[in-house]
């Protein structure tokens, strides 16, 4: 537990600062545009960027807390032992989702982005850059899930 403990640490100091970091691009492209008449060309295609990064981090970090949107009517009406086999099952189905998905699928998209040698337009930032969250956010949720499982 002490490993999540500072993963959750980190990924929540992490997103702290990539949300403050889009306030301020997003405030300056604001000014920029509406007071100054020469609006930036970085600051649209950075929060973006930022954007996406937010919500993936985001996924990883809530779903190592638990809070993620869940609906609960069905696990509400069964026995705590079926509910206990219900929860695994889901944690399983996640895991294999964000193996294939978010680990094999983004890791994919990487290595194409990267070899086709892809960059941004305005900022000139390596698209494999950008696209490197989506593995590593997978891999987290993982990690998360399956620390759920051994302490359950």
Same mark, same amino acid.
């Given at each position: 537990?002490?490993?999540?403990?500072?993963?959750?640490?980190?990924?929540?100091?992490?997103?702290?600062?990539i949300?403050?970091? /889009?306030?301020?691009?997003v405030l300056?492209?604001?000014f920029?545009?509406?007071? +100054?008449?020469a609006?930036?060309?970085?600051?649209?295609?950075l929060?973006?960027?930022?954007m996406?990064w937010?919500?993936?981090?985001?996924?990883?970090?809530?779903?190592?807390?638990n809070k993620?949107?869940?609906?609960d009517?069905?696990?509400?009406r069964?026995?705590?032992?079926?509910?206990?086999? +219900?929860?695994?099952i889901?944690?399983? +189905?996640?895991?294999?989702?964000?193996?294939?998905?978010?680990?094999?699928?983004?890791?994919?998209?990487?290595?194409?982005t990267?070899?086709?040698?892809?960059?941004?337009?305005?900022?000139?930032?390596?698209?494999?850059?950008?696209? /490197?969250?989506?593995?590593?956010?997978?891999? +987290?949720?993982?990690?998360?899930?399956?620390s759920?499982?051994?302490?359950?």
């Amino acid at each position: 537990m002490e490993i999540r403990n500072k993963i959750d640490k980190v990924l929540a100091k992490l997103l702290i600062i990539i949300m403050s970091i /889009m306030v301020i691009n997003v405030l300056w492209q604001v000014f920029s545009r509406y007071f +100054l008449g020469a609006p930036s060309s970085i600051t649209d295609e950075l929060a973006r960027y930022l954007m996406i990064w937010i919500g993936i981090l985001g996924a990883a970090y809530v779903s190592g807390q638990n809070k993620h949107v869940a609906i609960d009517v069905l696990p509400s009406r069964l026995s705590i032992k079926t509910q206990k086999k +219900l929860k695994l099952i889901v944690r399983i +189905l996640i895991i294999l989702f964000c193996l294939f998905a978010l680990v094999i699928g983004g890791s994919r998209l990487v290595y194409v982005t990267f070899v086709l040698d892809q960059y941004s337009p305005a900022l000139q930032v390596p698209l494999a850059v950008v696209y /490197m969250i989506i593995p590593i956010s997978g891999l +987290l949720i993982i990690y998360y899930k399956l620390s759920d499982i051994l302490n359950q």
